[in-house]
């Protein structure tokens, strides 16, 4: 997990939003509807970088017949208070992915 520098650009509310969206995927899904909200970059990058990486922890998880589960809710957490502190997150091999699709 590598960071990005902190941006002085980042409103709390930025912040808040992006440790939400973390913590529980409805709010990444709302985040991308608002179109006040995803219009800021920060949001965006962390609404569609959770979604994507709660997508991955429920196949794995269904997978391992839910024993890799907690270890992906862990993970979660972690990047989540990372995107508090106005890092901006990577996921091996997810951020990759997802800025190839152009969806961040």
Known sequence: MTEQPVNPELTQDDKLWALLCWLFWPVGVIMLLMEDKKTRPFIKYNAVLSLA????????????VGCLY????????VLAVQ???GNWVTVPV???????QGWA
């Open 83 to 85: 995107s508090f502190q």
């Open 94 to 100: 997810l951020t990759d992915f997802v800025k190839k």
């Open 53 to 64: 990486l709660w997508v991955v922890i429920t196949i794995v998880g269904a997978i391992t």
């Open 70 to 77: 907690a270890v992906g809710l862990i993970y979660a957490i």
